[in-house]
């Protein structure tokens, strides 16, 4: 299966700064997507971002895809953007390989 | 309100014992995922189903069996083959088998053995 690899892996941020979270991938994928989970475990998608750029209030992201990397930035970070923060892709339609996620926490 | 649910909440399981979790979607969807997730991990695919009555093996298909009897529900049985079924379970439905979707989770069934 396809290696998935995120950066950092735990991150601090005082609210109201800004940061970026990487995802690198060990071969093309199709569905390139990226999740949040919250503190109670349930899982929500952000963004389904194959290639380019998307961006949804506070949180944007970029999928180079001849590169196999994505990027997700968030911006005015808030208290409740803390959780874990997955990147996931597939080679198929089905079979979606998640990296090991980066654990975000905003301190006020 | 459409979407999935997982129940219970909560399991345990005890030595040699059989546990089944519940996943039900009224979304429609036809595709149906179950995942395991271990602390610290991401999630693995465990079984999926792209249509009624049919499923496929994921990646870490061992000790666990499933049905798709119901468009609506695909319940995930945990064998006592599974030594290790201490984790966290997530099902998710998607809208069909296309490359190019979207997956929606439910809530989730954490699973301790007793």
């Known amino acids: 299966g396809i290696q998935v690899e995120q950066s950092p892996p735990d991150l601090i941020l005082q609210e109201g700064a800004n940061s970026t979270l990487r995802c690198n991938f060990s071969?093309?994928?199709?569905?390139l997507q990226w999740f949040h989970q919250n503190p109670w475990g349930q899982l929500i998608n952000l963004f389904y971002i194959p290639s380019g750029t998307k961006q949804n209030g506070r949180l944007s992201a970029t999928t180079v895809a001849t590169e196999r990397y994505s990027l997700l930035y968030i911006s005015s970070s808030q208290t409740t953007d803390s959780g874990v923060y997955f990147c996931a892709g597939s080679t198929g339609a089905n079979n979606l390989f998640f990296g090991t996620g980066t654990r975000l926490t905003v301190i006020p | 309100d459409g979407g999935i649910t997982q129940s219970p909440k909560y399991l345990f399981r005890k030595e040699g014992q059989n546990v089944t979790l519940s996943c039900e979607q009224n979304?429609?969807?036809?595709?149906m995922y179950w995942y395991r997730q271990d602390p610290g991990q991401g999630l693995r695919l465990i079984y999926y189903?792209?249509?009624?009555?049919?499923?496929q093996k994921g990646d870490i298909a061992e000790g666990y069996s499933v049905s798709r009897e119901k468009k609506e529900s695909f319940p995930l049985t945990v064998t006592s083959a599974q030594k290790n079924p201490t984790a966290f379970y997530l099902c998710a439905s998607s809208i069909g088998n296309r490359v190019r979707e979207t997956q929606y989770f439910g809530p989730g069934t954490r699973l301790l053995v007793l």
């Open positions: 189903s792209q249509i009624v009555n049919d499923f």
């Open positions: 071969d093309s994928v199709n569905n």
């Open positions: 979304l429609n969807h036809d595709a």
